[in-house]
């Protein structure tokens, strides 16, 4: 048997593998080749089960105050202390970690894919359509993000899906730049070309021509956005313009009445500083490594 045969039949017996084997050696793989893009995931992973398993890992009510145990240190009933209402910090940093991702993943998903369609619909029809995106791309962006988003919540009020709303849109034009580019790139290809020449439709070229070809810059710019949105979350909170109080965030926590007292209980800026730095980390060692296996021009360096 040659080198060529053995190879093919290496590569048709991984083919034929079961969905879970596949799925693990994919992981292990990618484990060797990004070991800190594997950290970077194992802190989401870990931030994520905190999230969903709240109900059997917390065990006061994150609202109630409790003005005899307020700023407790850390002990064995209160695992992170308590903060200025006496309110247990550990059930409070839990929630704000559903919070944080609730926002994150809601405000990637919801900037990140409306960008990437008007980045479609922009390269595809160009002329007229091209130049009135383009123009509405470029008046976002001429606007700091931080402002932008504060001023869609002065104007939209405080509540959770006003977050993800106002930090999806100032996500927007970064993904229609970067889908655009791509879509301009293969909208010139043969395959494109031949589907416009038999009389394909345009709803039918973008999507099965165009759109899938998109989907690799797509989920780079969408993980890099993750960390992004949720410090943006944090800064909104943090501003009194983001998570309506008394529910949990972590940029809330560090705001208000409880700053008045970290000299006395320095844990209560401690451990929401650190869940916002460990999260935010997380995704950006994460985006990094996806960005060097999914972009073609970075593999191998």
Known sequence: MNMATDVA??????????FFVRMVRGLRSFTVRKPLGAAGAFIIVIMAL?????????????????????????SLVHWLGTDELGRDLWTRIVLGAQVSLIVGFGAVGFGSTTGGLLGVLSAFYGGKVDAIIQRLMDALMAIPTLILALAIMAALGQSLFNVILAIGIVQIPRANRIVRSQALAVKESEYALAAQSIGAGDVRIMLQHILPQCVAPWLIIASA?????????ASLSFLGLGIPPPQPAWGGMLSGPARDYYALAPWLAIWPGIAISLTVYGFNLFGDA?????????RGT
């Open 9 to 18: 039949s290496r590569v048709a017996a991984r083919e034929r593998a079961p």
């Open 50 to 74: 905190l999230a969903a398993l709240e109900p059997l890992i917390t065990f006061f009510d994150p609202v109630a105050m409790n003005l005899r145990a307020k700023l407790e240190a850390p």
């Open 225 to 233: 956005g993750l960390g992004t949105a949720i410090i943006a979350e």
């Open 290 to 298: 996806l960005r060097d296996v999914l972009d073609p021009r970075l």
